[in-house]
């Protein structure tokens, strides 16, 4: 099954399009001066998210990609399964509705009754039972050069995002070795890694060499959603949490963080780094562009 492939005239096979109709809204305001202005703000929209004919979950989002949203959701919930035929994935824009169909039954009353509430922006939600699914995850141990860390965050950063044009939302970049390849944006970072994980399943794609790259914070919810796609690698802008590295430590994932221009920090995996470049050779970013790429 193929949703859409396009590639991007940036190299991306998908890029942010922060021009995008219905994604933002122009809105009239005051400065601190009292002077009048306009700024473009995020639009949010619900998406209520059908396996078949149970309702799953209804999830605040930008409203772009929908459908790889609901399917990269399911499949991080494990809810859809590796072996899955996907049937149909239907999207009604005036219901604001994506049913996902399979050709296997499915039933998950239980696994509904059993959610917690996480600390991902715009409140993220996963199953009570997602830790018993890590059991079976191994991840392939991959050699990562820092050469291709510093490469990605100087593209990534530097990318036309929505962000860039109206904050108060947050990315996530599907990467080969230094190439980044998917760019996906929404108001909470789960959302932005569950359309990642929807187009890898779409397009069939290969996890164990990747990277996948966050605006976000490294935390539990994040460090599990890339341990259930397979992907080694997670990297980000932005700090860890306490569980999130332990889980990042059980699991074998690469965890790094805390990278702007020369620095960043490596809290799991570290032996898996191929030091191949001098940081100090690495320029250094502005205030400026620190300011305008930190999505936090």
């Not at 930008?62 to 991080?76: M, S, T």
Request: contains cysteine.
């Amino acid at each position: 099954m193929q949703l859409a492939r396009a590639e991007n005239v940036t190299g991306y096979i998908i890029a942010p399009d922060p021009g995008a109709a219905r994604l933002t809204r122009a809105v009239e305001g005051r400065d601190q001066n009292g002077d009048l202005i306009q700024i473009s703000v995020v639009e949010e929209r619900p998406l209520t998210i059908f396996l078949n004919a149970q309702e799953i979950v209804t999830a605040m989002t930008i409203g772009d990609y929908p459908e790889y949203l609901a399917l990269g959701f399911l499949r991080n919930q494990g809810m859809l399964l590796v072996d899955d035929e996907i049937t149909g994935v239907d999207y009604d824009d005036d219901l604001e509705t994506v049913v996902v169909r399979t050709a296997r039954q499915t039933s998950y009353e239980e696994k509904l009754k059993k959610k917690t509430r996480t600390s991902g922006c715009a409140v993220g939600t996963v199953f009570g039972d997602m830790m018993e699914g890590l059991e079976d995850v191994s991840l392939p141990v991959v050699s990562v050069r820092t050469s291709w860390l510093y490469d990605l965050a100087s593209q990534i950063n530097r990318t036309p995002s929505l962000y860039l044009e109206a904050g108060a939302i947050h990315g996530t970049v599907l990467c080969r070795e230094d190439r980044p390849l998917v760019y996906m944006e929404d108001v909470g970072r789960h959302n932005a890694v569950d359309k990642i994980a929807g187009w890898m399943l779409s397009e069939k794609e290969t996890a164990e060499d990747k990277i996948l790259y966050t605006t976000g914070r490294l935390t539990s919810e994040m460090v599990i959603k890339t341990a259930m796609m397979g992907i080694p690698v997670l990297a980000s802008r932005s700090g860890f949490t306490a569980w999130g590295v332990e889980i990042a430590r059980e699991v074998g994932l690469t965890l790094i963080g805390r990278m702007r221009g020369q620095r960043f920090v490596c809290l799991a995996g570290e032996d898996r780094l191929v030091r191949d470049v001098d940081p100090s050779t690495i320029r250094v970013e502005d205030k400026k562009h620190r300011r305008k790429s930190a999505g936090e």
